[in-house]
């Protein structure tokens, strides 16, 4: 059995200049998600359930378990002294780190320290993201710039999913590797190696209680898994945990495609490109598969802004092209803009 510890330095021979830097960073992020999985695990007995009475920029009444986790992982990093700043979905500006361990570190993080947040108080499997950029500005206290890079600058992203077990999955550029949290040993144990999304699958992922105000390329592409026009055809399944890591985990083992379009509410879509698209669109090409806003590449996007929205079609290659040919049809661009 091979711990996380250990694949991580295996596979820095990968990268002949490194000096192991990021590998400690990866290690970090694995020591914060065991003292969070802790948390999670027992949080009714804990007073951790329920809300903080505070709201963040999101304008998202910010749960117990949001802000816990926020502060385990910004500490992490802060100690582990190999990042400069990060970017939170929990906090509206960057956070530089301490300045005296991290006066030479190389590298950025964007967090989303638990994704899922509505599912939390009732014991559904939620997650955490994270995403990792060679920082751009010269040493000293990061810059904004670190982090307002484009997707295709990631060095290494993943997320951990906490449901009925705990996973870490996470990638360097080289392929995908998934490891279980083995309790009686407190360590991430690789259980899932070189994970491939399936190019197809019949699992379809969306919040359709938006429908009516989808775009008309997505309610035909809803459609088109119903198999309206042929009985004959195998049917899709639709499947929303409402935890967006979750619904791509599941998507990536079993093949299947996750959609959070613009909608009426939410005009840029809801995710945010930073935190939760770019860091699980870098998961889902190096596992083959595929992830745009419905047209672009969402790794190709300009980053202006830390908390920027971004519409996601994101899974197995062919269901996504699938989707990208219905909103071609129903909703070229121009149109999508007014409507
Ligand atoms: O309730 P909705 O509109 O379907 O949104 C659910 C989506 O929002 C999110 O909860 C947003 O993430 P946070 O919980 O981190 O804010 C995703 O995980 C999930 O896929
Ligand atoms: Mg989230
Ligand atoms: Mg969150």
Redesign the pocket.
């Known amino acids: 059995m091979k711990t996380l510890g250990q694949f991580i330095i295996e596979k820095q021979a990968d990268f002949p200049y490194a000096k192991g830097e990021l590998s400690r960073l990866l290690r970090d992020i694995g020591i914060a998600a065991k003292v969070v999985n802790r948390e999670i695990n027992k949080a009714g007995l804990t007073d951790k359930l329920g809300e903080v009475g505070s709201i963040n920029v999101q304008g998202e009444a910010q749960k117990i378990l949001?802000v816990y986790a926020n502060e385990q992982f910004i500490s992490a990093l802060s100690s582990g002294g190999e990042c400069c700043l990060v970017a939170s979905?929990?906090n509206e500006e960057v956070v530089l780190l301490n300045q005296t361990v991290s006066k030479n570190a190389k590298y950025a993080v964007a967090i989303?320290?638990?994704?899922?947040?509505s599912n939390i108080d009732v014991n559904v499997a939620v997650g955490t993201t994270f995403s990792i950029y060679r920082r751009k500005s010269k040493e000293g206290p990061g810059q904004l710039e670190d982090i307002l890079q484009k997707g295709t600058e990631q060095v290494a992203a993943g997320y951990i999913v906490y449901g009925s077990s705990t996973m870490l999955v996470y990638t360097t550029g080289k392929g995908v590797n998934g490891f279980t949290l083995d309790p009686s040993i407190g360590e991430f144990c690789l259980s899932h190696p070189e994970i491939k999304v399936p190019k197809s699958g019949i699992i379809y992922s969306m919040n359709e209680g938006n429908y009516v105000h989808f775009p008309e390329g997505v309610k035909k592409y809803i459609k088109y898994c119903q198999v309206e026009d042929d009985a004959t055809l195998r049917p899709y399944t639709s499947r929303y945990i409402g935890s967006m890591v979750a619904d791509l985990h599941r998507n990536l083992i079993k093949g299947g495609i996750y959609i959070y379009p613009t909608t009426a509410s939410a005009p840029h879509g809801k995710l945010r490109l930073v935190y939760e698209c770019n860091p699980l669109a870098f998961i889902i090409e190096q596992a083959g598969g595929r992830a745009t806003n419905g047209y672009d590449r969402i790794l190709d996007i300009e980053v202006t802004e830390i908390h920027q929205r971004e519409s996601i079609f994101i899974g197995s290659e062919d269901m996504v092209l699938k989707a990208e040919e219905f909103m071609a049809e129903y909703s070229p661009r121009e149109i999508s803009k007014t409507v």
Not at 112 to 117: E, I
């Open positions: 949001d979905e929990e989303d320290p638990l994704d899922g947040s």
